[in-house]
């Protein structure tokens, strides 16, 4: 079936630094599009990002990601950290049959 | 905008109970969804429903049943609460293949 891995638990970064959070996946169907969610402490998730289309950038909040279907990839990446920015971030992806797949998540904590 | 309803928002149950979570939504949506959300295990899809009176089974359905007798709303019942388990359901609806959006969720302890 399909599945999406998050390598990283626990990503801690400088405020002001780049930050990259990793996103590989695995489709046996065909998928329809990719997501990152974010989920801030004591809020639902939210939508960061969405794309469907293969090597075409997404940006939203400072935020971009790529598609690469060629290696299975759609990392997040944001080049400067901001404090607001620490938060519970999960990629997604969403196949023909309406089912939404997350990955296990990584918690950014951003330090000053 | 729209809105997603959960209730309750903590459920308490007794090992071996019966236990309802509910889900309301405004958006006119027609897919719903359950998941569990543990602690480094991510969310895992439980159920979910592409249109009124429709179910269809998530990696984590064994233990659960669901109803969704309504377009507008979509419940979950855990047919028998586990001793000791802590965790938090969420409910999310979507058009077809956009993005989800979620409820605040039901945080759920047995005792």
């Known amino acids: 079936g399909d599945s999406v891995t998050q390598t990283e638990g626990l990503v801690t970064v400088t405020e002001g630094l780049p930050v990259k959070l990793n996103c590989t996946y695995q489709t046996t169907y065909l998928t329809i599009a990719f997501f990152w969610y974010v989920q801030y402490l004591n809020e639902a998730p939210q939508v960061l990002l969405k794309s469907s289309t293969d090597n075409k950038r997404t940006e939203h909040q400072g935020f971009h990601a790529t598609l690469h279907k060629s290696s299975s990839s759609f990392h997040l990446q944001k080049s400067s950290a901001q404090l607001s920015d620490s938060a519970l971030y999960y990629c997604a992806l969403s196949d023909h049959n309406n089912r939404i797949f997350f990955g296990d998540g990584t918690q950014l904590v951003v330090k000053p | 905008g729209g809105i997603i309803t959960q209730t309750p928002k903590f459920l308490i149950g007794q090992e071996g109970q019966k236990l309802t979570l509910k889900c309301q939504q405004n958006f006119n949506h027609d897919t719903m969804y359950w998941y569990r959300q543990d602690s480094g295990k991510g969310l895992r899809l439980i159920y979910y429903s592409i249109t009124e009176n429709d179910l269809q089974k998530g990696d984590l359905s064994e233990g659960y049943d669901a109803s969704r007798e309504k377009k507008s709303s979509f419940s979950l019942t855990v047919t028998s609460a586990q001793k000791n388990e802590m965790a938090v359901f969420l409910c999310?609806?979507?058009?077809?293949?956009?993005?989800?959006?979620f409820g605040h969720g039901t945080k759920l302890s047995v005792l």
């Open positions: 999310a609806s979507s058009y077809s293949n956009e993005r989800l959006f």
